[in-house]
């Protein structure tokens, strides 16, 4: 079940993503910063948490779980430590997705090359 | 020409995109990532017994890595004209942002071309997503306490 949950989740997430694109000027990087900035917006007061025991996986494959997994490690850290504690964990539980996407990318560009 | 009738002119030949049919691409593409997401954290959760949150990690470095993969094999821009947000808007599109934006600047050397510009598309994504997590967070803990 919690499979047609992921499909409903994410599908409805670029859906989303689809109708901004086709019906707006925005472009592709517009979008995916919208949805970042709405990620972080619903973790505040943890909704996304809810949809991501609703959906597992299926919640976590948009780009909304990085707004989400970003406020979520501040907020932790913040408990512990106060205000400081925000610039603390704020890259606690993303880190491992933008450093292996760094590293990855970066012995990928060495090996490849663009196409013409 | 006046201005407004140009603008109708460019109205009319500018190519009609079918919204329905891709919006229905954008559903379905997505709405597959999301089941392969959550097929690979129950994979791993169960092969490497490790916790779901931990497996959630590996699945998110997982389609990174097919992501960045396939942009250099250059399957992903055509699949991307199909499927269009159902694939950029998953983390997938992340990783091809970064990857293309490193594969293209390769070329300007190593630090000033590769190491300056790796971030020029995913960059804003990052800037802003650090931004507002931590207007928000402020908000949440000045106004409504550290935990609800």
Known sequence: MIYVHAFLF???????????LDNTTLTAGHVTTIFVILGAFLDTFSIYDKF???????????????????????????????LIG???????????????AIVISFFLSLIFNPKD | ??????????????????????????????GIMGMIGQFLVEFYATNLEISTKEAGTFMIITLIFIGCLLTCFKFFDKWVHFAK????????????????AALDYKKEGMVTGLGASMFKLTGSVI???????????LIRILLFGGTI
Not at chain 1, 59 to 72: D, K, Q, R
Not at chain 1, 89 to 97: A, V
Not at chain 2, 85 to 100: D, E, R, Y
Not at chain 2, 127 to 137: D, R, W
Request: aromatic fraction near 12%.
């Open chain 1, 86 to 100: 925000l610039a603390m964990g704020m890259f606690d539980l993303t880190s491992s997705g933008i450093i292996s």
């Open chain 2, 1 to 30: 020409m006046e201005k407004s009738r140009y603008q109708k002119l460019v109205k009319k030949y500018k190519p009609k995109e079918n919204r329905l049919f891709n919006g229905m691409m954008a559903f379905l593409v997505g």
């Open chain 1, 52 to 82: 991501v025991l609703w959906a597992g996986g299926g919640a976590l494959v948009p780009i909304t779980s990085f707004g989400h997994l970003l406020i979520h490690g501040a907020l932790e850290k913040a408990n512990e430590f106060g």
């Open chain 2, 127 to 137: 800037i802003f997503g650090v931004v507002s997590a931590y207007v928000f967070g």
């Open chain 1, 10 to 20: 994410a599908g409805l997430v670029c859906l989303i993503g689809q109708m901004i």
């Open chain 2, 85 to 100: 947000a159902g694939l950029f808007v998953p983390i997938t599109g992340f990783a091809h942002a970064m990857m293309s």
